[in-house]
């Protein structure tokens, strides 16, 4: 089974803010780099605040 990492952006990012680091690590290695709810590419449902 390969070794997943998980990689979460900083707030006001996108998983995109990964691909050099992604880019330099060894192959067989499962990553996941999601946006978070409301950052990048993923849409922000009503009724959420940043408070």
């Not at 990492?5 to 990012?13: E, K, N």
């Not at 680091?21 to 996941?32: Q, T, V, Y």
């Amino acid at each position: 089974m390969p070794t997943t990492i998980l990689l979460l952006h900083y707030f006001g990012g996108a998983g995109s803010t990964w691909r050099p680091l992604i880019a330099r690590l060894p192959a067989g290695i499962r990553l996941l780099a999601p946006d978070l709810r409301g950052f990048g590419l993923n849409r922000s449902p009503g009724g959420y605040t940043v408070d």
